[in-house]
């Protein structure tokens, strides 16, 4: 199965169809119809959105309160977030409820398939429907080919998936449409019906698909989006009960798109920009926090100038930052960028006199994967007890750092997920308790040090040392 | 009494910078009306209080650099520096002490802890850790960028000490104004220009000033000192040779002059045998100091000394003089004969190397131009201009031939010091560009005694006709007072005017000089040249960064095994920013290697590229600055990859690439300049 799905095969073969049937016994499986799926995959960034709509109808006798969602194990690597939301009311008057969704195991999978289960709010009894809404966010799934391109040409990508719905359920009727971004499309695997109108590629409607139905489906289209995924990126924020809360923020910035190839030239690049160079990007767009202050962009080497803050004390601030030089594929570079914001915007007090920080998770850059995120919230010197609260699973631990004028050390949150996109930018909350007086520790400790040196002064000028008289 | 100390002050803050002026002025008048202090206590208030402010002043003023552009490291060298204390602080003192480095000079590698001088790494290191022990966090980039004024502002508070030991205090406080702001020495030491000159400036006053105060003390103490202070330069700085070879003139003109004395003899002794001990620890030095040609000079006057002393010690023996006579010229001729054998067997069997090329072009300065195209080719190794002169040096060159006056007026061992310090580092100023640093402490002493000498007697004239019970004073003014005393009865009211003219006229120099740093620090001396800037058509600043975008490329998208070549001066800064292996770098040990480079890019492109392939070069790295006007790329230095690569493959000939002897780059070139690399 894997190696039939080598690109160089699927180029010869425009059109494969291999329908799997695969019949599992399972007792939920055979009493949860889903009369209706529509599927929108949303291919414009190097982000890939997929939305499925499913109109689920319990024919068992027994009613259930799990669904099951399927991904074959190649989506499951790259699968970055999904979200259940069950819809109620009517077309003008919809409202959703969140539902839980955790990954579940099953014995007997075929193909070693994934499953997610979505718990329902109210469990479904016999013969009724409910319509669930389901976002699920995939990266670094476009392949670009070919892998290596020059400077003047555009980048050219593969999409993978199935043109059926892979699901334990049995289908009555599923559409999938495919959202590209331009009209280039290099070629599309047809599973008829299929049609395309402008940059849209339909697949459907498909009527009556056994559980466990799967029609390879291959894109090629170009997409000069930039592809840029931060490999690494470490936040630290570090709070001063002073007033300021101190962002710095470690960049590890790749361009995973298809690889450079020969020579760059400075002189094509900025003469015809729109010829030359279209996959790279030469600049990229943080969006900070209102009244950001003291913003600094720079790298092991030194400050970088090309970068414009566009500050604003009630809206979004926007850092607009360029890389040392225009990002090709496969190209890195590292950087840093740091900022201030003022403490009583993030800094509040619990009911029962804890102090909590409320700020957001993720990666402030627009349409960026990072593949590894690191959170380190420095408390204060003296605070305690720390726990945090994300909403959604995450590693943690505890560090300690030593900054200025440290003695025992301040208590570091570390937290740390894989696989973060934009989608990811909720906030998330850190408690602990700290007392003020800890404040003045520091304060006090160097006007006793300068006390000593006057003092000494002052003795030293006042007491005779020589020994002869 | 208190309008004394008051005038006296007056003349001090004026040449520092309008703002210690304002300052101290409303310092001393605080602390005259609230508190009644007893006059001693004034002056060292007030001079506790300037020479604060002549330090942080040296200190803020070299910080332009890092506030038009960033805390970043300039030029070429402090990147070598800046890489070395990082592995320092890094991997700790014997790593670096054994450290191989096999990013540059591939494929020979370079034995960094045997051919450096770790005084400024090893400071620098040490602060950091001392920061880091009372728990400062600082990044070490941040130290080595602020080593330099912060040994300047330390080099501040050496002049005045230095100036009160060869003059008074007056002359201290004006010398140390002088030296926080002389242009000579802020060009080596802003911010950022993290170099061996920027410490070991401090240093060599350091042992100068020690070992002056030896002398005029005769105590072990500072001569000692002095031998601890001459350690610290020869670990800092190649420059040390000019020490080890100024003290024995000085010495030897001492003799000649017939000011031997008891104190000179246990200052010189001590001082060298400790030092040459001491100095023999760095392992770049070595054993050099005892057998090279350079070091000869302190070991002969060494000798001398000891022939003296006995001389001195059979004069007191023998009673009759003819006798002694007799004696002296047998025991004279049989020294110089026995020391001239020495050198000579010396010289011819090895043992004492003969000098090396950069001293000989010190010493004849068409030499380099001759014979070692490599030493010729560095800017900074040219001869001086006038105007260079001029730009940092500014109205001191004008009171330097004054203050020599005063000195020769007034002669003792410390003026005589500073006199020969003073003329022979004129004359190496002259010779090479970058000597003009060594020679700005001795010029900045040298117009501190003009300026406080003059200021002194005029405020005095001025201050006997106003107050008659002043001529008390204890401060002794010396015997131009006096005169101008004597003469100041004969013709009063015309003098007074004269003096308050005179007065007025010093004070507009002074505050012309206090401009002129400023200007010429700001706009000259603080630029990081790594990084360009120029004026945009509209008045804003255009930055040009491409040196460190090309670097931060190689760094990110080449493996991490690859070697780069380009001509070497670009060697330390990619080895320390864009971290990868060189051919060859600025430390121009193997002029062979860097021939081999000069050939190879100016060869036609395939035997380039036979000769590359041979280096295991991966990429090759060079700058043209054609399209932004800036005048330093390859282009422009291209002659001299011809020149040092022709001095050693004679297959290349310098006028194979000019046409009628003119050097052209566009259409018109020669046809070997237009094919080669």
């Known amino acids: 199965m894997e190696a039939l799905l080598r690109p160089r095969i699927m180029l010869s073969l425009t059109i494969i169809l291999i329908p799997i049937f695969l019949f599992i016994s399972g007792a939920s499986s055979h009493q949860i119809r889903i009369n209706n799926a529509e599927r929108r995959i949303d291919l414009s960034t190097h982000i890939v959105k997929v939305f499925l709509t499913l109109k689920v109808e319990n024919t068992g006798k027994t009613s259930a309160s799990e669904i099951l969602l399927a991904f074959p194990p190649t989506q499951v690597d790259h699968l970055a977030f999904l979200e259940a939301l069950a819809a109620t009311g009517k077309k003008k008057k919809k409202t959703y409820v969140s539902l839980a969704v955790k990954p579940t195991q099953l014995p007997d999978a075929p193909n070693e398939t994934n499953y997610y289960t979505i718990v329902l709010a109210n469990p479904l009894n016999t013969g009724e429907t409910a319509t669930l809404e389901i976002l699920y966010i995939l990266t670094h799934s476009l392949e670009p080919f070919p892998v290596e391109i020059s400077q003047s040409e555009s980048q050219l990508v593969y999409y993978r998936d199935s043109a059926l719905i892979l699901s334990p359920y049995h289908i009555k009727q599923q559409t999938t449409f495919i959202k590209i971004p331009s009209n280039k499309v290099e070629s599309f695997t047809r599973v008829e019906p299929t049609d395309r109108a402008g940059n849209e590629l339909k697949y459907g409607p498909y009527e009556d698909r056994p559980p466990y139905s799967y029609s390879p489906l291959l894109v090629h289209f170009e997409n000069n989006n930039p592809f840029s995924v931060v490999e690494e990126l470490v936040r630290e924020v570090e709070i001063s009960h002073w007033g300021n809360l101190q962002i710095t923020e470690q960049y590890k910035l790749a361009h995973a798109g298809a690889r450079h190839k020969g020579i760059f030239s400075r002189v094509d690049y900025q003469s015809k920009p729109t010829f030359s160079g279209v996959s790279s990007f030469k600049h990229l767009l943080a969006r900070l926090p209102p009244r950001v202050h003291s913003v600094y962009y720079r790298d092991e080497i030194g400050n970088i100038s090309t970068s414009h803050l566009r500050a604003d004390s009630w809206k979004i601030s926007e850092l607009e930052i360029e890389p040392r030089y225009p990002l090709f594929g496969g190209w890195r570079a590292t950087f840093v960028i740091g900022y201030g914001l003022p403490l009583e915007d993030f800094l509040f007090e619990s009911s029962d006199g804890r102090r909590y920080l409320n700020f957001t998770f993720g990666c402030p850059l627009v349409e960026t994967v990072v593949d590894k995120l690191t959170i380190k919230v420095v408390l204060p010197e003296g605070a305690k007890g720390p726990s945090a609260v994300v909403p959604f699973p995450v590693e943690q631990r505890l560090e300690t750092k030593y900054s200025y004028l440290d003695v025992v050390g301040r208590t570091v949150v570390v937290l740390e997920k894989k696989n973060v996109v934009p989608v990811h930018n909720i906030p998330f909350q850190v408690y602990y308790t700290f007392k003020p007086i800890f404040m003045l520790a520091e304060p006090m400790m160097l006007a006793s040090a300068f006390f000593l040196f006057f003092t000494a002064c002052v003795a030293y000028l006042h007491v005779d040392l020589s020994i002869r008289k | ?677």
């Open chain 2, 1 to 677: 009494m208190v309008g004394k100390t008051e005038s006296q002050n007056g003349a001090v803050k004026a040449t520092a910078a309008p703002a210690m002026n304002l300052e101290s002025d409303l310092f001393s008048n605080f602390s005259f009306k609230s508190f009644k202090l007893k006059t001693k206590q004034q002056e060292l208030l007030l001079r506790v209080s300037i020479l604060g402010l002549v330090y942080i002043l040296a200190f803020i003023t070299r910080l332009f650099s890092v506030l038009r552009y960033e805390s970043m490291i300039h030029e070429f060298d402090p990147y070598f520096n800046y890489r070395t204390t990082l592995f320092l602080t890094e991997k700790g003192f014997y790593e670096f002490w054994n450290w191989f480095d096999s990013e540059s000079w591939y494929p020979l590698g370079r034995i960094i802890g045997g051919t450096l001088y770790p005084g400024l790494m090893v400071t620098a290191a040490f602060i950091y850790w001392t920061l880091r022990f009372l728990r400062f966090a600082v990044h070490i980039r941040e130290v080595c960028v602020l080593t330099a004024p912060f040994f300047a502002s330390n080099t501040t508070v050496v002049a005045y000490f230095f100036g009160k030991e060869i003059w008074d205090s007056g002359a201290g406080l004006v010398a140390a104004a002088f030296i926080a702001i002389c242009p000579g020495y802020i060009s080596r030491s802003v911010a950022g220009s993290y170099d061996n000159e920027g410490v070991a400036i401090f240093a060599l006053l350091l042992t100068f000033y020690l070992f002056v105060k030896a002398v005029n003390t005769g105590s072990l103490a500072w001569a000692l000192a002095s031998a601890f202070g001459y350690f610290y330069m020869v670990s800092a700085w190649g420059g040390y040779v000019f020490i080890i070879n100024l003290i024995p003139l000085y010495v030897l003109v001492l003799l000649i002059t017939g000011r031997y004395s008891m104190r000179l003899y246990v200052a010189y002794n001590c001082m060298y045998v400790l030092g040459m001990l001491l100095a023999m620890q760095i392992r770049f030095v070595g054993f050099q100091h005892v057998q090279s040609g350079e070091h000869m000079a302190a070991m002969g006057v060494f000798f001398l000394m000891q022939v003296f002393y006995f001389l001195d010690w059979v004069k007191y023996m023998l009673s009759d003089t003819k006798l002694f006579q007799a004696f002296l010229r047998i025991t004279v001729t049989s020294a110089i004969a026995v020391g001239a054998l020495a050198l000579g067997v010396g010289t011819a069997s090895g043992y004492i190397s003969p000098w090396t090329g950069r001293f000989y072009s010190l010493l004849d300065p068409t030499y380099a131009k001759d014979n070692i195209p490599i030493i010729a080719s560095v800017s900074e190794h040219q001869p001086t201009a006038w105007s260079s002169f001029m730009f940092d040096f500014h109205i001191l060159l004008f009171l330097f031939p004054a203050g020599l006056y005063f000195c020769f007026k007034k002669l003792s061992d410390a003026t005589i010091f500073i006199v020969m310090y003073g003329l022979t580092s004129m004359y190496f100023a002259g010779v090479m560009v970058r000597l003009i640093l060594v020679a700005t402490p001795a010029v900045c002493l040298i117009s501190a005694i003009a300026v406080s000498a003059t200021i002194k007697n005029l405020t005095s004239l001025l201050r006997t006709k106003s107050k008659t019970a002043v001529a008390g004073s204890s401060k002794g003014t010396g015997g131009s007072k006096a005169s101008s005393k004597a003469s100041f009865d004969q013709s009063q009211p015309f003098q007074k005017n004269g003096a308050i003219a005179l007065l007025l006229g010093a004070f507009y120099l002074l505050s012309k000089y206090a401009t002129h740093c400023t200007w010429v620090t700001s706009e000259a001396y603080s630029s990081p040249s790594i990084v360009l800037a120029a004026r945009g058509a509209h008045g804003n600043r255009v930055i040009f960064d491409d040196y460190r975008e090309a670097y931060f490329w190689l760094r990110q998208n080449t493996p991490p095994d690859a070697k780069v070549m380009s001509w070497w001066d670009y060697g330390y800064q990619i080895t320390a920013m864009g971290n990868r292996t060189v051919i060859v770098d600025n430390n121009t040990w193997n002029n062979t290697h860097i021939a081999t480079v000069g050939r190879a890019m100016s060869s036609y492109e395939d035997e380039a590229y036979e000769i590359m392939r041979s280096l295991d070069v991966d990429y090759v790295l060079v700058v043209f600055g054609g399209v932004t006007g800036y005048s330093s790329d390859d282009i422009n230095k291209f002659l001299w990859m011809v020149r040092i690569g022709g001095g050693v493959f004679p297959v290349i000939k310098e006028p194979d690439y000019l046409v009628n002897g003119d050097y052209r780059v566009d259409k018109g070139a020669a046809p070997k300049m237009l094919n080669c690399l």
